[in-house]
């Protein structure tokens, strides 16, 4: 199975939505219900807000694992820093292919910090501006499903997204287990 995500940037760099290929439906994975109260497609004002991060590759098939490791790094040299988080934990996706992805596992922080030369992690800032919000609970492989209807909706409405995502873990994902996560999807707009 191809991962939705793994063609997300592509599709977001096309003019129209139409001409992207989905994955049979038997090979996608079953939806999660949403709560009722959910925003799907709720259009936002991203605040750039200072991050400090790991940027890092992975493949689709251990995607979930690659980006918990990356944030274990995160939170590891944060603490040995004295770093506090100012917000729930995202990956910013950066690019995508059929197997792989390129991404930044970020934590908000309220202060610029000065890293040591060498540190393990990175200084920036998140994506600000217009962007359309969509939210998934449940498995993290069962993101495929919410990434169609979130592709369905850019169509419906004509819209054209950049070139980048992000993933908001409102729960914690090196604790919550993965059929329990609550992840708020961000999509840029052009």
Same mark, same amino acid.
């Given at each position: !199975? ?13 003019? &129209? /939505? ?40 992975? @493949?689709?098939?251990?995607? /979930? ?17 004295? +770093? ?5 934990? !995202? &990956? @910013?996706? &950066? ?37 359309? !919000?969509? &939210? ?8 495929? %499903? ?23 873990? !409102?729960?914690?994902? #090196? %604790?919550?287990?993965?059929?329990? #996560?609550?992840?708020? @999807?961000?999509?840029? +707009?052009?």
């Amino acid at each position: !199975m191809i991962p939705l995500r793994v063609w997300w940037l592509s599709v977001a760099a096309a003019a &129209t /939505f139409s001409c992207v290929s989905l994955p049979p439906a038997s090979a996608q994975t079953a939806p999660v219900v949403a709560a009722p109260n959910d925003p799907f497609g709720k259009e936002v004002s991203l605040v750039e807000k200072n991050i400090v991060y790991v940027a890092g590759s992975g @493949i689709w098939e251990s995607g /979930f694992s690659t980006i918990v490791a990356a944030f274990k790094t995160v939170y590891g040299t944060m603490a040995k820093q004295g +770093l506090k988080a100012s917000g729930a934990p !995202m &990956t @910013i996706y &950066t690019a995508t292919d059929d197997t792989s992805f390129q991404f930044r596992a970020a934590v908000p922080v309220e202060q610029v910090p000065t890293l040591p030369a060498g540190s393990e992690i990175a200084v920036g800032k998140a994506p600000a501006g217009k962007a359309l !919000m969509f &939210t998934h609970r449940g498995s993290y492989e069962a993101l495929d %499903s919410t990434y169609e209807a979130v592709t369905d909706y850019l169509d419906e409405k004509k819209l054209e997204a950049k070139d980048l995502f992000i993933e908001l873990y !409102m729960k914690d994902p #090196l %604790s919550t287990p993965e059929n329990d #996560l609550v992840i708020e @999807i961000y999509v840029p +707009l052009k």
